[in-house]
């Protein structure tokens, strides 16, 4: 039993092509988060929605835009990509009212060729 | 300045030996604290939250100083299964959107 998915797993694309990652979690918690992990290993917050409402998001060029159309999904899609967009993506969810405490899926590694 | 810095590594550390590593903050309105674990093309797992009071974890223990505004961990009795990465995270206030900030990382590398 996954408690945090994403898919695809890995995504392999052309420079300028459009690409989409998938995120649920049947944790039921009520927040969901985008990262980003670069060649560097930094992981930096991309967005985060609470109850399908925007909380978080930080300077990420306005190519990709997250959907949440529930709880327990939030989307990625990404417009024009470009080869700095190469990097792991990792979802990620926790409850709003808890600790904090977030639990990762297991990323999707995108190439940009 | 990072906003959470940690020392690379790698830590190269015999089996059965005692390793410990910090990590420093910039933010003195952070409100939670934690070491996860990432090891090698996987996805980040807590280890443990970080406690004022120190708190430990079977062989994992972790600090935490507000005032000087760092954090560490000690591993004893290490295991070849500790080799991995530890990440040491900071939360932020809900009024911010809970955010959690990252430090790049500590590298342990266990070895016979």
């Known amino acids: 039993d996954t408690a945090v998915s994403q898919t695809p797993k890995y995504l392999v694309t052309q420079m300028g092509n459009d690409k989409s990652i998938k995120c649920e979690q049947n944790?039921?918690?009520?927040?969901m988060y985008w990262y980003k992990q670069d060649s560097k290993k930094f992981l930096k917050i991309m967005f985060s929605?609470?109850?399908?409402?925007?909380?978080i998001n930080e300077t990420v060029p306005n190519r990709f835009s997250p959907k949440s159309p529930d709880k327990a999904h939030l989307n990625l899609h990404i417009n024009s990509l470009e080869l700095g967009d190469s990097a792991v993506y990792f979802c990620?969810?926790?409850?709003?009212?808890?600790?904090?405490?977030?639990?990762f899926g297991a990323g999707t590694r995108l190439s940009v060729l | 300045r990072k906003e959470v810095e940690q020392d690379p590594g790698p830590f190269n550390v015999p089996e059965g030996a005692t390793v410990a590593f910090n990590c420093t903050y910039s933010n003195s309105a952070s409100q939670s604290f934690f070491w996860y674990r990432q090891d090698c093309r996987k996805e980040p797992k807590l280890l443990m939250s970080v406690y004022s009071s120190g708190n430990e974890d079977g062989r994992f223990t972790a600090q935490l100083n507000r005032a000087s505004q760092y954090i560490s961990l000690l591993i004893r009795d290490s295991k070849l299964s500790d080799s991995a990465t530890y990440l040491c995270v900071v939360g932020g206030r809900k009024a911010a959107g809970n955010k959690l900030t990252f430090g790049g990382g500590t590298r342990v590398l266990v070895k016979p």
């Open positions: 944790l039921g918690h009520d927040t």
């Open positions: 990620a969810s926790s409850q709003w009212e808890a600790k904090n405490i977030q639990y």
């Open positions: 929605y609470n109850n399908k409402e925007l909380i």
